[in-house]
């Protein structure tokens, strides 16, 4: 996450400086144009910082969900949790049947994401009403796992040498590509009952890049989506949490 501000921060410096650099504003401490041309050389280099800080890899060594078992080693990680009012089968019907709707700043993190551009139906340009775990396995994503009530894991692709269908894939020979040129992507949930009618439910992301220069490559594309990413995540959470507290049969808070 500190790599990400950096780069954030760096970019928030950069303007500033150019801002002072056509009218200098003394409020800001840059009443010169010497100090904004400073003010931007320590911005960019704080973004280069932040973009060329180094992806270290982490190993799982004991594993204990479905994630370890498909993705044990990652370089780019991001986990989320929420505690959600509802039995375990409400909250997996939520997670089933939340929508792109229903979470929000979806549409528009993912309109920005695609830099406003018209794609087919997609994660990246969701149908408003459609369930968009359907709609992630129909274009694009993998179920690797999928235990009802516990926990299921979708794989996908966040760089790869070459175009490839979905079709062409399966868990296993998803789990076992090791060839370079590939950064691995998996995402779960994982629902854990903590008590009468209540459960924490649990999303992590993590990708491995197979090579060193794939790493470095999605390393940089990685610190400039981190912040919208995990706004996602959240937001999606609390949508599965609002769907299945509203259920019928869900605990009175």
Not at 48 to 71: I, N
Not at 140 to 146: P, S
Not at 217 to 223: H, L, M, N, Q, V
Request: glycine residues 6%; positive net charge; hydrophobic residues 50%.
């Amino acid at each position: 996450m500190l790599p990400s501000l950096a780069v954030y921060a760096g970019l928030f410096l950069v303007f500033l400086a150019l801002v002072c650099l056509l009218k200098p504003l003394r409020w800001l401490r840059l009443g010169t144009r010497r100090r904004a041309a400073l003010a931007l050389a320590a911005g960019l280099a704080v973004i280069s910082c932040g973009f060329f800080w180094p992806l270290s890899l982490t190993q799982v060594t004991a594993p204990s969900t479905r994630l370890d078992l498909f993705l044990p080693a990652y370089q780019a990680r991001e986990q989320h949790s929420i505690v959600v009012h509802a039995s375990a089968e409400q909250v997996d019907r939520a997670l089933r049947q939340v929508t792109a709707s229903e979470i929000t700043f979806y549409r528009a993190l993912t309109w920005i994401r695609r830099l406003g551009r018209p794609v087919p139906a997609s994660i990246l340009n969701p149908p408003a009403q459609q369930p968009i775990l359907d709609l992630a396995t129909r274009t694009g994503f993998l179920m690797l796992a999928d235990e009802p009530r516990q926990e299921l894991v979708l794989g996908t692709f966040a760089a790869a040498p070459r175009p490839s269908r979905l079709a062409d894939w399966t868990p296993e020979t998803w789990q076992a590509l090791s060839a370079p040129g590939y950064a691995k992507a998996a995402m779960n949930f994982r629902i854990q009952e903590i008590g009468p009618g209540e459960c924490r439910v649990t999303t992590e992301t993590r990708v491995y890049a197979t090579d060193a220069a794939t790493a470095r490559a999605f390393g940089r594309y990685w610190r400039v989506i981190y912040p919208g990413s995990a706004l996602i995540r959240v937001m999606w959470l609390r949508a599965i949490r609002t769907r299945a507290e509203s259920a019928p049969g869900a605990p009175l808070r």
